[in-house]
């Protein structure tokens, strides 16, 4: 099973972590089924960009980008070349190192 390396982010994850998850769950997925709380305003259905997080390490193992995702993460703050919304990025093999960045666009916080 992959591990997902998460880096330090003071609301979500202050410590960081490592956890693991099976091939073909989705990032969000398995940040969840771990209690860090990402935010996911749209149930994770690709239709906002609050479960944006910054891929570190293994990006070019995660699923392809489909064009709905890469024109929402124009609207996410502070994109980067590897930023991916957690909620489409799915896992294969390798393992990943993710940053949850500080800011998210969304204004009030949902109660997940």
Not at 18 to 32: D, K
Not at 72 to 81: I, K, N, S
Request: charged fraction near 20%; charge should be negative; include cysteine.
């Amino acid at each position: 099973m992959p591990t997902i390396k998460i880096l330090p982010h003071p609301e979500y994850c202050p410590q960081g972590a490592t956890i693991s998850a099976a091939p073909g769950t989705t990032i969000c997925e398995a940040m969840l089924d771990h209690d860090i709380n990402i935010e996911h305003a749209c149930d994770m259905s690709c239709a906002c960009t609050t479960c944006h997080v910054v891929v570190r390490e293994g990006f070019r193992s995660l699923n392809e980008m489909e064009e709905a995702e890469e024109d929402l993460l124009d609207r996410a703050w502070g994109l980067e070349p590897n930023s991916r919304l957690s909620c489409q990025a799915i896992l294969a093999q390798q393992d990943i190192t993710v940053e949850i960045p500080k800011y998210s666009i969304n204004h009030a916080k949902e109660n997940h």
